[in-house]
């Protein structure tokens, strides 16, 4: 009983946190949209490719995401991921799953960001391992910090929901690289 009042309590303050960052974000935008080319002036796409592999191991992600940049400090975005993984003779597995994130540029150098990401993880083990296979939903919410350096932000993100036995993650802080054009 109390695993669940603490994940319960920990979801509870993840989305608080979570809109305390975004809704003073949106406010931040002082001009309505005037026409649809204005709104594609400002948004940026982006994402992130991934491959792995080795002795009998493959992994591959694909992560398309788009932003708006309501200013120069202020930008709102969703993104999409699937993953694929395979270990010969022990498993395979697929996550897929979205995110909506928020960013901060307090000056140009720094990005604070908060994300939630929903992911769907499927797991297949080989019969002889004795695993029971998994489906099942994680949630994350990440708060982050990076140096942005253009484009390209280079940082650090701590999952404030993370569960050692559900998380595709093998720790609660996560690097990241993100870069939007």
Same mark, same amino acid.
């Given at each position: 009983? @109390?695993?669940?009042?603490?994940?319960?309590? @920990?979801?509870?303050? *993840?989305?608080?946190?979570?809109?305390?960052?975004?809704?003073?974000?949106?406010?931040?935008?002082?001009?309505?949209?005037?026409?649809?080319? $204005?709104?594609?002036?400002?948004?940026?796409?982006?994402?992130?490719?991934?491959?792995?592999?080795?002795?009998?191991?493959?992994?591959?992600?694909?992560?398309?995401?788009?932003?708006?940049?309501?200013?120069?400090? /202020?930008?709102?975005?969703?993104?999409? *991921?699937?993953?694929?993984?395979?270990?010969?003779?022990?498993?395979?597995?697929?996550?897929?799953?979205?995110?909506?994130?928020?960013?901060?540029?307090?000056?140009?150098?720094?990005?604070?960001?908060?994300?939630?990401?929903?992911?769907? /993880?499927?797991? @297949?083990?080989?019969?002889?391992?004795?695993?029971?296979?998994?489906?099942?939903?994680?949630?994350?919410?990440?708060?982050?910090?990076?140096?942005?350096?253009?484009?390209?932000?280079?940082?650090?993100?701590?999952?404030?929901?993370? $569960?050692?036995? @559900?998380?595709?993650?093998?720790?609660?802080? /996560?690097?990241?690289?993100?870069?939007?054009?």
């Amino acid at each position: 009983m @109390k695993k669940s009042i603490d994940y319960y309590k @920990k979801m509870t303050i *993840s989305i608080v946190l979570f809109f305390i960052f975004s809704f003073p974000l949106l406010a931040q935008n002082n001009k309505s949209i005037g026409t649809s080319s $204005d709104f594609w002036n400002h948004v940026r796409f982006g994402g992130g490719i991934g491959l792995s592999f080795g002795d009998g191991f493959f992994s591959g992600t694909l992560a398309p995401s788009a932003i708006y940049q309501f200013n120069e400090q /202020v930008a709102l975005g969703l993104g999409l *991921s699937g993953t694929y993984n395979t270990q010969k003779d022990l498993y395979k597995s697929s996550i897929i799953g979205a995110s909506i994130v928020g960013l901060v540029n307090p000056i140009t150098a720094i990005q604070l960001s908060a994300e939630f990401e929903e992911l769907n /993880v499927s797991r @297949k083990w080989d019969s002889r391992t004795g695993f029971a296979d998994e489906n099942y939903w994680y949630p994350a919410i990440f708060l982050g910090v990076g140096y942005n350096s253009g484009p390209v932000t280079f940082g650090i993100r701590f999952d404030v929901l993370y $569960d050692r036995n @559900k998380s595709i993650y093998s720790e609660a802080w /996560v690097p990241f690289v993100r870069v939007y054009f």
